[in-house]
Nanobody
Framework: VQLVESGGGLVQAGGSLRLSCAAS????????IAWFRQVPGKEREGVSC????????EYEDSLKGRFTISSDNAKMTVYLQMSSLKPEDTAVYYC??????????????????WGKGTLVTVSS
């Protein structure tokens, strides 16, 4: 099982980035995918999640409207489109997967697999 994040980098405040999470080694249909972020010294926080088979999504409340999660099931890839980026969005962004238990739901607890993360730096 492998989750590989990409797309991080340095961007100015107000700019956009699209992160990718490429999954392999498991059946994409049987899992939920979530994005998390972590700033050094702070707890990891859930950003957004998706159930790829039915398109159900959730977002951390403060990020709604700026971040959009989507999936390309044929490519087994989940994307996180981030816009109007702020310096406080600077963090290492991780994707994670958990076994899907019910339809039309996703969450940020009980993740089974994690990627290694990609760094997003937003300059002011």
């Amino acid at each position: 099982v492998q989750l590989v994040e990409s797309g991080g980098g340095l961007v100015q405040a107000g700019g956009s980035l699209r992160l990718s999470c490429a999954a392999s080694g498991f059946s994409f249909d049987d899992y939920l995918i979530a994005w998390f972020r972590q700033v050094p010294g702070k707890e990891r926080e859930g950003v957004s999640c998706i159930s790829p088979t039915d398109g159900y999504t959730e977002y951390e409340d403060s990020l709604k409207g700026r971040f959009t999660i989507s999936s390309d099931n044929a490519k087994m890839t989940v994307y996180l489109q981030m816009s109007s980026l702020k310096p406080e969005d600077t963090a290492v962004y991780y994707c994670a997967a958990m076994v899907k238990v019910v339809d039309n739901a996703c969450g940020f607890y009980g993740m089974d697999y994690w990627g290694k993360g990609t760094l997003v730096t937003v300059s002011s």
